[in-house]
């Protein structure tokens, strides 16, 4: 069984940054589309961005382009979300997820992935 362990949330000032990790384990996941989602208080999950482990591919919602950063590291089984010039709007437990590949409109919808993380909370404070 699948199973995918978050760290690195905490509070910040805005402007700042943090590195979120998801530690994945229990299969192999070479194969599989890694994501990160966010959900805030009152509000729906909402899709952050997406890598393909095997491969370079991301991609990113439009609210976080250019200050937030996917990667994924082979040896440590590990996918990390960089977080720079954080808002306070940014503020929400993220949540990593993993699934095996799927087409690229189901990527950026929960519906897409399999198996999810408890989530780690980022605040961010103004």
């Known amino acids: 069984q699948a199973q995918l362990v978050e760290s690195g949330g905490g509070l910040v000032q805005a402007g700042g940054s943090l590195r979120l990790s998801c530690a994945a384990s229990?299969?192999?996941?070479?194969?599989?589309?890694m994501g990160w989602f966010r959900q805030a208080p009152g509000k729906e999950r909402e899709f952050v961005a997406t890598?393909?482990?095997?491969?370079?591919?991301?991609y990113y919602a439009d609210s976080v382009k250019g200050r937030f950063t996917i990667s994924r590291e082979y040896a440590a089984n590990t996918v990390y979300l960089q977080m720079n010039n954080l808002k306070p709007e940014d503020t929400a437990v993220y949540f990593c997820?993993?699934?095996?590949?799927?087409?690229?409109?189901?990527?950026?919808?929960?519906?897409?992935?399999?198996?999810w993380g408890q989530g780690t909370q980022v605040t961010v404070s103004s």
């Open positions: 890598i393909i482990w095997s491969g370079s591919s991301t």
């Open positions: 997820a993993a699934s095996p590949p799927m087409s690229p409109a189901m990527a950026v919808t929960t519906r897409g992935y399999d198996y």
């Open positions: 229990g299969r192999t996941f070479s194969s599989y589309r």
